[in-house]
Structure formats: C-alpha cells, structure tokens
C-alpha cells in the first residue's frame, strides 16, 4: 500500500500562482502512474493531470492545459502540480492519486492510493 500526502495549498487572488506537493511513501515500483484531481463542491471528481513513472510522458485536462504543469521527482518518491494563472473555477480540494497502471488513464477508480487532499481557493 501507497501512501500520499498533499500539501501547498492556500487562498490565492485571480492571476496567481500555487504549488501543490504530494509525497508518496511505500512501494512505487514501475509502472506507477501519479496524477491529480479535483473535487469542486457540487460538482463531480475531475481529472487534471498525469504523469508516467518516468515523467517523460505527462497529460492534462483541457481546462488546465498551457496553465498546470505537473513533474515528479523519483529520487524523493515525489509529484508536483505547479499552478499559474488561477480562476475562480480552479477551486476545489485538490487530490493526489497512483496506481501502478500501463498507459494513459483519467479514471478515478483505475487508481489505487489517494491522498486527503488540499484546499485551494481562487478569490475573483
């Protein structure tokens, strides 16, 4: 079993910039596919973006596309999703997810281990 643990962030202005940080513990062996969604209240999970066991391959939702950027550093078991240009419709508590999965996959129940997630509000 995979632990995850979310942090980063926060309440943030229109325009502005946040780091989200998910710190994996437990086994991680390849394939091990680490991605990140978002649960916006009253409305379904949402897929955001993904990324290989390499990070050679990475892939995002059409709404964060040219704005997120994810990346993971394997030496530290480690992801990130760094947030530029925050909406309002970017609010939502943020979760991190794994699987050990081959491919390209955007749904939840294909992965196995979650975090508890981190707040991040965009203020208009």
């Known amino acids: 079993q995979v632990q995850m643990v979310e942090s980063g962030g926060g309440l943030v202005q229109a325009g502005g910039s946040l780091r989200l940080s998910c710190a994996a513990s437990?086994?991680?062996?390849?394939?091990?596919?680490m991605c990140w969604f978002r649960h916006a209240p009253g409305k379904e999970r949402e897929f955001v973006a993904g990324?290989?066991?390499?990070?050679?391959?990475?892939y995002y939702a059409d709404s964060v596309k040219g704005r997120f950027t994810i990346s993971r550093d394997r030496a530290k078991n480690t992801m990130y999703l760094q947030m530029n240009g925050l909406k309002p419709e970017d609010t939502a508590l943020y979760y991190c997810?794994?699987?050990?999965?081959?491919?390209?996959?955007?749904?939840?129940?294909?992965?196995?281990?979650w975090g508890q997630g981190t707040q991040v509000t965009v203020s208009s």
């Open positions: 990324i290989s066991w390499s990070g050679g391959e990475t």
């Open positions: 997810a794994g699987g050990a999965i081959v491919g390209e996959t955007r749904h939840p129940a294909d992965y196995d281990s």
């Open positions: 437990g086994r991680t062996f390849s394939p091990y596919v």
